[in-house]
């Protein structure tokens, strides 16, 4: 059974910084392409960042391009969001996703059925 435990969130100040982590076990992790989402209160679950299973590749929302940073530890078996230059509008529980279809002739991720539970960021003065 895959396991996803994310980790890292919290609260931080407008222009702040936080990394977030997800631990995966119970699955191959080298092969998978997963990614990022966050859920903000009233609004739907959006992609925010996605990488391919070699690492090469990776998706940014618009929102969130030259801020976030997508990265992935085979070694480890995690797979780290990097966050600076926070902004209240990064406000959301953020969940990891693993095993989804990556789209290179269109540049898309979509999510695959592995979930965390996710990790509240607050960005807040």
């Known amino acids: 059974q895959v396991q996803l435990v994310e980790s890292g969130g919290g609260l931080v100040q407008p222009g702040g910084s936080l990394r977030l982590s997800c631990a995966v076990s119970?699955?191959?992790?080298?092969?998978?392409?997963m990614g990022w989402y966050r859920q903000a209160p009233g609004s739907q679950r959006e992609l925010v960042a996605a990488?391919?299973?070699?690492?090469?590749?990776?998706i940014y929302a618009d929102s969130v391009k030259g801020r976030f940073t997508i990265s992935k530890d085979n070694a480890k078996n995690t797979m780290y969001l990097r966050m600076r230059d926070l902004d209240p509008e990064d406000t959301a529980v953020y969940y990891c996703n693993v095993g989804g279809r990556w789209d290179s002739f269109r540049g898309r991720y979509s999510a695959g059925p592995s979930w965390g539970q996710g990790t509240q960021v607050t960005v807040s003065s």
């Open positions: 990488i391919r299973s070699s690492g090469i590749s990776t």
């Open positions: 119970g699955s191959t992790f080298s092969d998978k392409a």
